[in-house]
Structure formats: C-alpha cells, structure tokens
C-alpha cells in the first residue's frame, strides 16, 4: 500500500510543480486531482488485480502530469484574460464618459497642470486604449461566447496585446483624473474622473498580468486569424445560430456585394481588409468628424480639432494596426502573382 501512496504522491508533486496559477486555484486543483484519482483506484480495484496495479491504470486514466497541468493553466489563463478585459473594459468605458464630460468644462472647473494638456489627455490620448479595450473585450470574452469556442491560438495574443496596451495607456489618464478630483470640477465630472482614477491602477495590473499569460494560449501555429479574420467568423457563427441573423449576414453579404458591382471605387475605400491603408484614410476622416459631432450640430464646426483627430487615427493605424490585429495579411486573391486573372 506504500507503493501505491508514493505513486500517487509523486504525480501529484509533478501536477503540482507544472502548474502556473495562484497558490489557491492549485490548491483547489490538487485536491480535486486527489479525490478523482481515489475514485478512479477505487473503480479499478473493483475491476480486480491488486493495488499496486489498481493506482499504475488509475494514474494512467488521468494522463501525464504536465499534459493535465497544461489543461489547467490554459483555463486559468482564459479566465485571468476574461476577467482583466472587463475590468480594463469598464475603465476605459468610464474615461470615455469623462473625456466626453470634459469637453464642457464648467465655469469653475481649472484643469491640472492646464487646459490644453488636460484636453490633450481626455480628448485625443484617451482614443486608444478605449480602442485597445474595446478589441481585447470582444476577442476575449464576447467573439468566444459568440462562436462557442474558447480563446486560443492568434486571437489569445492579440487579445494580450490590446490589453496591455489599454492597460499602459490608462495609466496617465487615471494620474490627471486623480489630478483633477480637487481641481473646482462639478460634480458631475469628478464623479467618472474618481472612477478612472481609483478603478484604473487595478484594471491595469490585472491586465498586464493577463497580457502576460495570454501568450501561453497561442502555442498553435495553424491559427493566424487576426481581428478582421474573428469579426468575420463570428458573423457566419451567428448566422449559423439563428436565422433572423442568417437573414441579416445574407443580406449585408448581398448589399455589399451589389455596392461593389455598382461602385467597386467606394468598396475600395472602404475594405480593410483588401486596401487597408485606404479604408483607413477613409475612417479617420469619418472618425474626425464623428467626434467634432457636438460642433457640427452646434453649427460651430472646427475643421482645425476635426483634422487633428482624423491625422491621430491615422498614424495609431500606422503604428499599432498590424501588433494589434487591425492590419493583417492580403487575402491570396489580392497578393501580387497569385492571382493572374485579377491582372488581366
């Protein structure tokens, strides 16, 4: 009976040593590893033969230690990116809504260090990370609910990536919210900017912790989707799921397609995926003037703060398109020789 014991105790300490999650979830795991593998004894000595081989099948039904562990760690790498996604999630939701209070400033309200790099932060630095957190939130926790899959392969690290950035990017944003909490703001604003500025540090941290767990889950060399690549599945998923949503993927595939018979100049500009640095030029003008909406409806345009917002989207798809999933490869039917009816 010693034998079997240190057989056991000895996969055990292997589970345990290849495990990479807090001390308590390996606690957990330990023990529920423990009370499988006697269940599993007790199964095999009622099937006859002796201890010794009753914990030798035991231990084998459950597979090696460091293939369990493996298992183990990349759900607790999901669950860790899951939740460091909605936390950086509802941060920079919370700094979106007070860049937006803070375009409208009240009459008592005296920025710190001073109104234009206040501005600066909650108006043009604060885009990013929203964007960052809003991609890592849908490649972690809403594209796998969506598809029914759990977060692995390319999508674990791009879903990292952005949330490693929000996380970094928030930062200076929670340092002038905390700034600012003091600065004669009504209460209105404070109230986001104390949000932003307690929540924030939390968030971050997590995040970058889950950042760095997120590259374990994409140890597959056959998966190479980037973001457009998961929207893409995740609509054909949705489509499959319900038919009012076959009804609507069909007739967006069909609207669009008709648009490009009609005018295949404007789905130029518009597909990123095909010509990325034009539907970008086309989205940051789009973007500038979207967030100068409040001037526009004023009828007190400012093209000037427009063209600023439309430059910055740009050169952030410039810079951070392709880490960050937003600017992949050329389909084969647009890459130059692979497709020589395409140039003829």
């Given amino acids: 009976m010693s034998d079997a014991s240190d057989a056991v105790a000895v996969y055990l300490d292997e589970l345990r040593g290849a495990l990479r999650v807090s001390i308590w979830r390996r606690r957990r795991i330990i023990a529920e590893v423990t009370d499988h593998v006697t269940e599993l004894i007790g199964d095999e000595r009622a099937r006859g033969g002796d201890s010794a081989a009753a914990v030798k099948r035991a231990v084998e039904r459950l597979g090696a230690p460091t293939a369990l562990a493996a298992e183990f760690n990349a759900d607790a790498a999901r669950h860790r990116i899951n939740r460091a996604s909605r936390g950086v999630g509802v941060c920079a939701a919370a700094a979106f809504v007070a860049a937006g209070l803070s375009l409208h400033p009240g009459a008592t309200a005296r920025p710190w260090p001073d109104g234009p790099v206040f501005s600066l932060v909650m108006q043009l630095w604060i885009q990013v990370p929203v964007v960052c957190a809003v ?132 789905t130029r500009w518009l597909d990123l995926r095909h010509h990325p640095w034009r539907a970008a030029a086309s989205t940051s003008v789009a973007a500038g003037l979207v967030l100068t909406a409040p001037d526009l409806l004023r009828g007190d345009p400012d093209f000037l703060a427009a063209a600023v917002q439309a430059v910055v989207v740009y050169l952030c798809f410039a810079t951070l398109g392709r880490p960050l999933g937003l600017r992949g490869k050329r389909p084969p039917d647009m890459r130059p020789g692979l497709n020589t009816a395409a140039t003829t």
């Avoid at 609910?145 to 996380?167: D, E, F, I």
């Fill in 135 to 266: 991609i890592g939130l849908f490649l972690a926790v809403v594209a796998p609910w969506l598809r029914g899959t759990p977060l692995h392969g390319r999508p674990a690290k791009l879903a990292g990536r952005n949330l490693a950035l929000a996380s970094l990017l928030l930062v200076p944003v929670a340092a002038a919210a905390a700034a600012n909490l003091g600065a004669g703001m009504p209460l209105a604003q404070r109230l986001p900017l104390a949000i932003v500025a307690v929540a924030t540090p939390i968030a971050a941290i997590r995040g970058l912790r889950a950042a760095a767990a997120a590259p374990s889950l994409a140890n597959r060399s056959d998966e190479q989707e980037d973001v457009l690549d998961v929207i893409a599945a995740v609509g054909v998923a949705l489509a499959r799921r319900s038919a009012l949503a076959g009804r609507a993927y069909q007739c967006a595939g069909q609207a669009w397609r008709a648009l490009g018979a009609r005018a295949p100049q404007v």
